[in-house]
């Protein structure tokens, strides 16, 4: 999941009208075409791969292209390690998100968007909630999916509220833009049980302090998730390349 929202001030909302998208299928078509835009960019820039490139490969990771990770490429469940470098887990990582992304269709998008400040907007979804949804976030996806991608929708996809609390409009390409979250979204779908050379790569959202999360838990805030990513590039950690938070980072450019 990306994007949980937890004590975010309530008072002196102001909600930007002209910034709610009134035409879900729009915002995703728009979404999917740029998403194809910025992967092929990086593709190319992993091909490039001159000067320029790897400084900024660096800069986003921590890491540089020619470190040699320890990557699981588990068969049935069963570990199989594979040394691979991280300029090579990136372009994988490319091939995956792809791949999926060629499967998506407007279809594989569930709108759950609702605003609490207003709660009879004509943009709120009608669609139930399962228990335990939150009430406004990004967007998440079930990781263990392994055919028929969904990619669940909520409020903040459209635009976050920012720190003078009003809700603004958000962008398709740059940071924590529609791209960047669906990046992050596509990245947590593992890999495929049998075929592991298929399927999604199988990040996790890493906690604020840079540790692993723990199965099925997620204790850090929005703030939180941003700061274990920063963290987990000082220190040169080669977990980067597993946390989705990481991930999108490479993808928050504008093409
Ligand atoms: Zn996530």
New binding site residues.
């Given amino acids: ?2 994007d949980k929202t937890k004590g975010k001030p309530s008072k002196n909302k102001t909600i930007i009208n002209q910034c709610k998208i009134n035409d879900f299928k729009v915002m995703i078509k728009e979404t999917l075409d740029a998403i194809g835009k910025v992967l092929d960019q990086r593709n190319l820039d992993l091909k490039t791969w001159g000067e320029k490139e790897q400084d900024e490969f660096y800069m986003i990771f921590g890491s540089k292209g020619e470190r040699i990770l320890d990557i699981d490429m588990p068969i049935r469940g069963v570990s199989d390690i594979h040394k691979i470098t991280a300029r090579e887990v990136m372009q994988d990582c490319i091939r995956r998100l792809t791949w999926i992304k060629n499967q998506l269709t407007l279809d594989s998008f569930v709108n759950l968007i609702y605003d609490p400040d207003n709660p009879s907007d004509s943009t709120n979804s009608t669609l139930s909630r399962a228990a335990g949804t939150p009430k406004t976030f990004a967007a998440f996806v079930k990781p263990s999916q392994q055919t028929d991608f969904k990619v669940y929708i909520g409020i903040n996809f459209t635009g976050r509220i920012n720190d003078r609390n009003v809700r603004t409009c958000g962008a398709v390409m740059g940071i924590d833009s529609r791209v960047a979250t669906l990046c ?1 979204e596509l990245s ?1 779908f593992e890999k495929n049980f049998v075929d592991p050379t298929s399927g999604g790569m199988g990040t996790l ?1 890493y906690e604020s302090d840079g540790s692993k999360p723990l199965p099925n838990q997620d204790n850090s805030s929005y703030e939180g998730h941003l700061a274990g990513a920063d963290k987990l590039v000082r220190s040169g950690d080669k977990n980067v390349f597993n946390n ?1 938070y990481n991930i999108e980072r490479y993808f928050q450019i504008e093409v």
């Fill in positions: 999941m990306k992050h947590h959202d989705a």
